[in-house]
């Protein structure tokens, strides 16, 4: 059943949130950045605003210790982090391309193993996602079979409605928990008209002719020059809602320190670098034609899923202006002309 709230009482929900002790995560100003950062009170939220950086952090943070050692008289004393410690936490804001990841990615993070950080942070978080109503020209979701009213990952999914307001949806039990739990500040639905929804630039991909390309061109001298102009930076995958790749690492001294897990990427020159001194991708173009692989063809043969969600932040924040979207078109217009 759709419910409404006005933008007072969305408001006044993140306070609500705050004074039972959750954490609540969203859209915020810092300086002349949208970011995702908790929010310290409802008036903190930049409702609408696409953030720079993707909401993934908030189930897979960038840095985090996983257990910490110490050397004592009576020998070496691990401790573990428990997950179960993790806070309660509300995501509130998430433009489809970011509610849409979480999904996306339990696959890999419960593929041979559950990551128990990961799962408990997810399980502990509850999704507000928003419809979104403006698109700039990076914007693709269409492309991967997402959209801008997509409620893929949201738990309780709100429409902007014209006059103000939003109009409710809760596509899962958190949704209609957190819905039943703060019932006085929804309202029933009326018949207020949705704002008009965002126009992304590229309606579709032919994903499978995509895939197809991919596997017949592993060798494709074309790759040379696709990443002739790729830095190495990593920045893409950092902005990433889906890339996972992560490093563990041990920092500190011989008689105590901690375990950490960190975000890596595979555009990195020693990603692959093997303690022998080979590397097997050796070169940029090697690198980015993995992640072109990874996410159009090995995550879907894999798991039966896009690695992407046509976020455009490996577009617009690309520094030496790599368009994947051109990338992708050149693919399946040379796969067409191929096949006509």
């Not at 960038?62 to 110490?70: A, H, K």
């Not at 809760?170 to 949704?175: F, L, M, T």
């Not at 563990?248 to 011989?254: F, K, L, R, S």
């Not at 980015?288 to 090995?298: E, G, I, L, Q, S």
Request: proline share 6%; glycine share 8%; net charge negative.
């Amino acid at each position: 059943m759709s419910k409404t709230i006005s933008e007072d009482n969305l408001r006044a929900l993140i306070d609500a949130l705050l004074a039972e002790g959750k954490r609540v995560v969203g859209p915020c100003r810092e300086g002349d950045v949208t970011l995702y950062a908790p929010l310290a009170s409802g008036t903190d939220l930049a409702a609408g605003e696409l953030p720079r950086r993707s909401a993934k952090e908030t189930v897979f943070p960038l840095c985090e210790t996983i257990l910490t050692y110490e050397r004592t008289k009576d020998g070496t004393k691990l401790t573990d982090i428990d997950p179960a410690r993790f806070p309660q936490t509300v995501l509130v804001g998430a433009r489809p391309c970011d509610a849409a990841a979480a999904p996306v990615l339990d696959a890999v993070f419960t593929w041979d193993y559950d990551d128990p950080f990961y799962l408990e942070r997810r399980r502990r978080t509850t999704v507000i996602g928003f419809a979104c109503t403006d698109a700039d020209a990076a914007c693709f979701c269409t492309a991967v079979g997402l959209g801008p009213d997509s409620t893929k990952g949201s738990d309780l999914f709100l429409a902007p409605l014209e006059g103000g307001g939003y109009r409710c949806e809760a596509p899962s039990d958190k949704g209609e928990a957190l819905l039943a739990a703060h019932a006085g500040l929804f309202a029933e639905a009326n018949r207020a008209e949705p704002v008009p929804l965002a126009a992304p630039a590229v309606d579709g991909f032919e994903l499978p002719r995509i895939k197809a390309w991919l596997e017949a061109h592993f060798e494709d001298p074309q790759w040379a020059e696709i990443a002739a102009r790729c830095a190495g930076c990593g920045a893409c995958a950092f902005l990433c809602p889906v890339c996972h790749c992560f490093d563990i690492v041990d920092e500190g001294g011989e008689n105590q320190g901690t375990r950490r897990k960190s975000w890596d990427a595979c555009g990195f020159g020693k990603f692959t670098h093997h303690a022998s001194g080979h590397n097997p991708r050796d070169g940029q173009p090697q690198r980015f034609r993995n992640r072109v692989m990874h996410k159009f063809k090995y995550y879907d043969d894999k798991f039966g899923q896009t690695l992407c969600t046509g976020c455009g932040r490996c577009i617009r924040y690309c520094p030496v202006g790599i368009d994947l979207v051109e990338v992708l078109e050149s693919i399946q217009a040379e796969s067409a002309m191929r096949d006509a």
